[in-house]
């Protein structure tokens, strides 16, 4: 391997790293939540992607993304503003020889002179730019990117949205926080940058026909990707409320994101409060976005595709055949249905939708197996409406009902503690009970449970996660609680200084009968050696005392 020594020091870098003004030195931004991560994203990219093509990744981008389009294209160019990301990207392509790796700030794109077939930039481009030089507004790094797209080419843009899920349930505001990755010139109202769908429609307007899809459910794990968003049927809007609600980013959103969204999908205003956009321009729509489709990441790692088809929606998952899921419009899902049970304290509700949902599996099982369409029986991977449950995506493989009934309620704990849901049980119970518990509810053993299900107990679990007025209405409900303890506690004070002031005089009294009694002991000892030394109790000694050695003396 050829390396170079780097001008400022530090890592040596491979041959086909390129180095230009603006390059950061201290700082990767592989390390803070890079494009290009989730299955549905780089099933996006594989669709675009074509052999012989020259493209061009810029930005920052999953090192996963980047060494799958090696071998694919014939020529790969990596635009990056991060020396060590540089370095790291290069290593992993040398075996490459049609790789190269350009490690600069975003105004050397200004100075790009090769076109591309197809220009990737995933993430938002406020992450090319980078502080080391000269600031630029989002509109002037966007024309950079812009003009490596060769006539013909296509351009796959990625867009975060201001007003998207993501912020209105944040604990944090980017414009406050004082974390690296969360500061940004280009980021604090930059009045270029597009903020609508129509104004993003018009920024990539001549390059041809422009199709955007939306991304859920957070900007940084965009694990669900919608094309069509202002044409979804019923039913596909109803699916796509249950996949973001399911989404595992939502667990570790650190607000509790599922009424907002709820609401959002009631109103039917869910699209329009995505993360963020996916951009998809060239000379000629893709067949396979030009209508509506969904795609989600399921539990195995692979895409769901979700299609409308006369009224029902389609399901295709690689590996698997194709199937009709019967999503209602009116279906909710089922880890919704059961958090508002725990969050009104209905035991009995609870019990009996758990009840129910046993009795279901239970019923679709043969011989005490589960089929694999159904046996992700995840409580957010599954959807209830008047016709009853329905799964959304598969399984890999089948699996028994009892252990497939178990995850399901393992997975309702852990809903309940990631999202910091109120619950029925007291607030001490640990998540091995609150399991043990559930499957009390629908039959099973409480000895019975299986191992694995739940983190260890000596795993860090973290806090509860709240948004800002769950956060107030915890302080609302511990003040509460700590004024009725503090009234209880003035009670027991004044309960104590009675018996306080009880016991002191009890003390006091007995302490007086004891100086009378010591008094009076003293005065009848004084009168007794009065007594003892007075005429007549000597004469009366001296007579009565030989007497009685006499009459001691005359005894037998």
């Not at 640990?430 to 629908?442: E, K, P, S, Y």
Request: hydrophobic residues 40%.
């Amino acid at each position: 391997m050829t390396t170079t020594a780097l001008p400022a020091g530090g890592t040596s870098r491979p041959h086909n790293v390129q180095l230009g003004p603006g390059a950061m030195q201290n700082w990767s931004d592989l390390e803070h939540h890079p494009a290009g991560g989730s299955a549905a994203q780089r099933a996006l990219v594989q669709e675009l992607v074509q052999p012989g093509h020259r493209v061009a990744v810029v930005g920052p981008h999953s090192l996963d993304l980047i060494t799958g389009l090696a071998p694919q294209v014939s020529h790969l160019s990596v635009i990056t503003r991060s020396i060590p990301d540089a370095v790291t990207i290069g290593n992993a392509l040398l075996e490459h020889e049609s790789v190269e790796v350009q490690c600069a700030s975003a105004a050397t794109l200004l100075q790009q002179p090769e076109p591309y077939d197809l220009v990737v930039a995933l993430d938002d481009v406020t992450r090319i730019w980078s502080p080391e030089s000269e600031p630029m507004t989002w509109a002037q790094v966007y024309d950079g990117v812009r003009r490596l797209v060769a006539p013909g080419g296509r351009l796959l843009l990625g867009v975060e949205n201001e007003l998207g899920l993501q912020r209105i349930t944040s604990l944090h505001s980017r414009y406050t926080s004082d974390h690296d990755e969360d500061w940004s010139v280009t980021t604090t109202f930059d009045a270029s940058r597009p903020r609508s769908l129509q104004a993003l429609t018009e920024v990539a307007a001549d390059l041809g026909s422009v199709q955007v899809l939306g991304a859920l459910p957070t900007w940084q794990e965009q694990t669900v990707l919608v094309s069509g968003i202002d044409h979804l049927s019923p039913e596909l809007t109803t699916l796509l409320g249950a996949l973001t609600l399911g989404s595992p980013a939502y667990r570790r959103v650190g607000a509790d994101p599922s009424r907002m969204t709820r609401a959002a999908v009631l109103s039917g205003r869910l699209p329009q409060l995505c993360s963020g956009w996916v951009l998809i321009a060239g000379p000629t729509p893709v067949d396979a976005y030009d209508g509506a489709c969904i795609l989600a990441d399921d539990a195995a790692g692979r895409v769901a595709t979700y299609t409308d088809a006369d009224g029902r929606v389609l399901r295709r998952v690689p590996g698997a055949p194709d199937a009709v899921v019967p999503v209602s419009a009116r279906a909710e899902s089922l880890s919704g249905v059961a958090l508002d049970a725990c969050a009104a304290q209905d035991v009995a509700g609870l019990r009996a939708l758990l009840v129910r949902y046993r009795g279901w599996l239970v019923g679709r099982a043969t011989d005490g197996v589960l089929p694999r369409d159904v046996a992700d029986t995840r409580v957010d991977n599954v959807v209830l409406d008047e016709d009853g449950f329905q799964v959304l995506a598969p399984a890999e493989d089948d699996r028994p009902v009892d252990d497939a009934t178990w995850a399901a309620l393992a997975d309702l704990v852990l809903v309940i503690r990631a999202r910091g849901s109120r619950h029925p049980w007291p607030a001490a119970t640990d998540d091995t009970t609150m399991l043990a518990t559930l499957g009390a509810m629908v039959g099973l053993p409480a000895d019975d449970v299986p191992e694995g299900l739940l983190p260890a107990a000596d795993e860090p679990a973290g806090l509860p996660a709240h948004d800002v007025s769950g956060l107030l209405a915890v302080v609302e409900r511990l003040t509460e609680t700590n004024q009725a303890l503090a009234s209880r506690s003035r009670w027991f004070e004044e309960r104590l200084n009675v018996r306080e002031r009880e016991m002191r005089a009890r003390a006091e009294r007995h302490r007086k009968e004891l100086e009378l009694a010591v008094k009076q002991q003293r005065i009848l000892q004084d009168s007794a050696e009065d007594l003892r030394r007075s005429i007549t109790y000597r004469a009366g000694a001296a007579i009565i005392n030989p007497i009685r050695k006499f009459g001691g003396n005359l005894r037998p």
